[in-house]
């Protein structure tokens, strides 16, 4: 399910020269967004995590 939304998690260029991303129609893209949360948190939370 996550493999799958984010290999289909798309980038369109708007013509007012912005950026929109997300699923193509029919789609869902709710695991995307909260991967995208969860990395935030991690890299600015200032915790250390050692995954070895």
């Known amino acids: 399910m996550l493999l799958?939304?984010?290999a289909?998690?798309?980038l369109e260029r708007l013509?007012?020269?912005g950026y929109r991303y997300?699923?193509?129609a029919g789609m869902h893209d709710d695991t995307?967004?909260?991967l995208a949360l969860a990395w935030?948190?991690?890299m600015h939370?200032?915790?250390r995590f050692d995954f070895a």
């Open 22 to 24: 997300s699923a193509p």
């Open 15 to 17: 013509p007012g020269g």
């Open 45 to 47: 939370s200032g915790a």
């Open 4 to 6: 799958g939304e984010l």
């Open 40 to 42: 935030h948190g991690v």
């Open 8 to 10: 289909s998690y798309a």
């Open 32 to 34: 995307v967004i909260a």
